[in-house]
């Protein structure tokens, strides 16, 4: 297991920009697919974007597609999600998580997870 801390959620006007952060501790973050998720108001939790452990390989739901941006650095322990011309619908809690499988977007397949931070975006 590897624990995960987020920061950088908040409150931004429709059109702006924040940039999450997630920064992992236990064992090697680096062999470990991160990924982001979110889950609205009255909605299931969905997948973001996801970063594979090897190649920096990545997967976005086609929502943000354009918008936002996840990368790593191993050497820091971190994942971003760095996410530009927010719209009010990307309001939700957001939670890292940490899979050790190379390649998948289902949330039951990451065994790792923040406790979330909250983005509000208003109109």
């Known amino acids: 297991q590897v624990q995960l801390v987020e920061s950088g959620g908040g409150l931004v006007q429709a059109g702006g920009s924040l940039r999450l952060s997630c920064t992992a501790s236990?064992?090697?973050?680096?062999?470990?697919?991160m990924g982001w998720f979110r889950q609205g108001p009255g909605k299931e939790r969905a997948i973001v974007a996801v970063?594979?452990?090897?190649?920096?390989?990545?997967n976005y739901a086609d929502s943000v597609k354009g918008r936002f941006t996840i990368s790593r650095d191993n050497a820091k322990n971190t994942v971003y999600l760095q996410m530009n011309n927010q719209k009010p619908e990307d309001t939700a809690c957001y939670s890292c998580?940490?899979?050790?499988?190379?390649?998948?977007?289902?949330?039951?397949?990451?065994?790792?997870w923040g406790q979330g931070t909250q983005v509000t975006v208003s109109s």
């Open positions: 998580a940490a899979s050790e499988y190379l390649t998948t977007t289902r949330p039951s397949d990451f065994g790792s």
């Open positions: 236990g064992r090697t973050f680096s062999s470990y697919t």
């Open positions: 970063v594979r452990w090897t190649g920096g390989i990545t």
